[in-house]
């Protein structure tokens, strides 16, 4: 039996760390996060994704009595982006999640189907997109590429 070994490097980041731009970033996911809907889970997440042109889409978790039907805050912002502004290219990407009954400090990362809708698009653009994601406070975690959180992906390669 042959066996590989995948690494992958995560930073991790104080609020104090972050740049002026990856502040507003935040500050913008998680005005996105008050506007989720949740009534099922009540676990809401809140995106901000800045593209290339300065433009700044956010996406909130939307759910629905008929689960699956609801759609991840990640792929909200992430399908508004590519349709309205189908040729700009996504720098980077803010998530913050947490339960609406405390403020979890622990961070949460984008769920499979996520990872593997931001993998088309920074496949799609062939630019890494930089992804910071926290809870509700706390400790920030930063990825400079998808691959980092999905190292074997699934990709147009493989079709």
Do not use: W
Request: with cysteine; proline share 6%; charged share 20%.
């Amino acid at each position: 039996m042959k066996q590989i070994s995948i690494n992958t490097t995560i930073s991790v980041l104080s609020k104090d760390e972050l740049s002026q731009q990856e502040i507003d970033l935040m500050n913008q996911a998680f005005e996105a996060r008050s506007k989720a809907y949740a009534p099922y889970s009540k676990f809401t997440v809140g995106a901000a994704i800045l593209l290339d042109n300065g433009i700044v889409v956010q996406g909130s978790n939307q759910e629905n009595a008929a689960y699956p039907s609801g759609l991840c805050a990640e792929r909200v912002a992430i399908y508004y982006a590519g349709a309205t502004y189908p040729n700009a290219r996504i720098v980077k990407m803010f998530i913050t999640a947490s339960p609406q009954d405390r403020d979890l400090e622990e961070p949460i990362p984008p769920c499979g189907s996520c990872r593997q809708a931001i993998a088309e698009y920074e496949f799609k653009q062939d630019i890494p997109i930089e992804i910071l994601f926290m809870g509700a406070k706390g400790l920030i975690y930063k990825s400079d590429s998808l691959k980092n959180l999905l190292p074997l992906v699934f990709d147009k390669n493989h079709l």
